[in-house]
C-alpha cells in the first residue's frame, strides 16, 4: 500500500517532467523563430508544471517518511530511492522501485539535456540583440544632430561597437 503510493507519485513526477520536456521543446522553437510572445507563454505554463512538481516532491517525501515508520525507523532520515529500496526484502518491491526510479533517472536527463541546449540558443540571441542595439546606436544623439563648432567641447567622444564592460 506505502510502496503503490510512492511508486504512484513518483509516476506522476515522471509525467510531470515529460510535460517540461514537452514545454522545452516548444520553448526552443520559440527561441530559434524569435517568438517572444510564445515564449513568455511557455513560460507561464513552465511555472504551473513547476508548482505541481513542487507539490509532488511534498508528497513523495511524506510517502517516503510513511514507509520509514512502518519500518520502525524513527528519525527523519532523508532516504534517496536507492537506499529506501534495501529496506524492501521482496525481488518484485524493488523491482517496481527500481523501475519508477530508472524512468524518472531517464526523464530527467533528457530535460537537463534539453535545458543546456535552451540555455546555449537563449545565450546566442542575447548575444545577437545586444550587438544589434550596439550596432544602431554606434552614433550618439550628439552626432545625429546638427552643433555650431563652436559649441562643442574639447571631449571627443568615440562609442566602440562592443561593451567592455567585465
Do not use: C, W
Request: glycine fraction near 2%; charge should be negative.
Amino acid at each position: 500500500m506505502l510502496l503503490e503510493r510512492l511508486i504512484h507519485l513518483l509516476d506522476l513526477h515522471n509525467q510531470e517532467h515529460l510535460k517540461f520536456i514537452e514545454l522545452g521543446e516548444q520553448k526552443k522553437e520559440a527561441l530559434i523563430s524569435n517568438e517572444v510572445d510564445k515564449l513568455i507563454s511557455i513560460m507561464n505554463m513552465e511555472a504551473k508544471v513547476y508548482k505541481r512538481v513542487q507539490q509532488l516532491e511534498e508528497d513523495r517525501k511524506e510517502a517516503v517518511q510513511q514507509i520509514l515508520q512502518y519500518f520502525g525507523i524513527k528519525s527523519q532520515l532523508n532516504l534517496n530511492l536507492t537506499e529506501l529500496t534495501r529496506l524492501f526484502f521482496d525481488p518484485e518491491d524493488k523491482e517496481k522501485l527500481f523501475r519508477a526510479q530508472s524512468t524518472l533517472a531517464a526523464t530527467l536527463l533528457k530535460l537537463k539535456a534539453l535545458n543546456e541546449l535552451n540555455h546555449q540558443l537563449l545565450n546566442q540571441v542575447l548575444t545577437y540583440t545586444e550587438f544589434s542595439i550596439e550596432s544602431m546606436s554606434y552614433y550618439t544623439d550628439s552626432e545625429a544632430t546638427y552643433n555650431h563648432p563652436a559649441n562643442k567641447s574639447g571631449k571627443v567622444q568615440s562609442p566602440g561597437l562592443f561593451d567592455t564592460r567585465a
